[in-house]
């Protein structure tokens, strides 16, 4: 499944919004995009072209006026990139466990649980529902997520889970176009409501949607504390990655 996922995901990557594009220069797959997520996808790279590469990602961004990341998976070469990153003046933000499933080996059996309703946003009011679970779930600004969803409604699925007029949880698909993968983002439940199954039904809410749209796999990018629920569910932890942004 890693390699698969190296291939289909990175090296092969496709842009994941309208005003982006993805470019192969300098031994890197990178997205450039002027008001989405800017940086590098996947990198083929030794001691001896690395410190180049790097160089020239950041004289490219840096005429472009952008802020991006190199985004780093535990098994990238050469062994000591991640020093040459910060030796860029890269900064590493927190690590995490990338994490794949086929979808049919997962056991996403189990009801809703009681008294919760599970909605499709499909609206800027959605929208700004799924925002406050995030804000509170996380404690970070939610911004540049709202202004994704609000541009993209009609392709990208997110869902909210309401207690009566309360949002209590949420989180959002995305359906990557020319794989065999889907992949999980944001799944976030207020402190109150963990412990209940929320976090389960919508995994298994989105994996149906998945499977509906002709997707094998399932891939989440998972915290320490989402890492747990996923391997009883049936995710296989296979890496890590960090992003290092400058």
Sequence with gaps: MLSLFDRQMRRDARPDAPDAKVEHVDGVVRQVSAGGWNGILWSDLTHDTADSAIA??????????????????????????????LAAGFTADEPETLMLARIDDLALDGPVPDGIELRRVTSPADVDLMMRVHTA??????????????????????????AGDEPVSAARLELHEGTDFASLWSGGTLPEWRGRGLYRSLVAYRADIATERGYRYLQVDASDQSRPILERLGFTPVTTTTPYTR
């Design 137 to 162: 779930a996380f404690g970070t600004s939610a911004d540049h997520i709202r202004t994704r969803l609000l541009a993209q409604l009609d392709s990208v699925v997110a869902i909210v889970a309401m």
């Design 56 to 85: 020239a990602q950041v004289a490219f961004y840096g005429d472009l006026g952008y802020e991006f990341e190199w985004k780093h998976y535990a098994h990238d070469q050469p062994a000591d990139l991640p020093e040459r990153l």
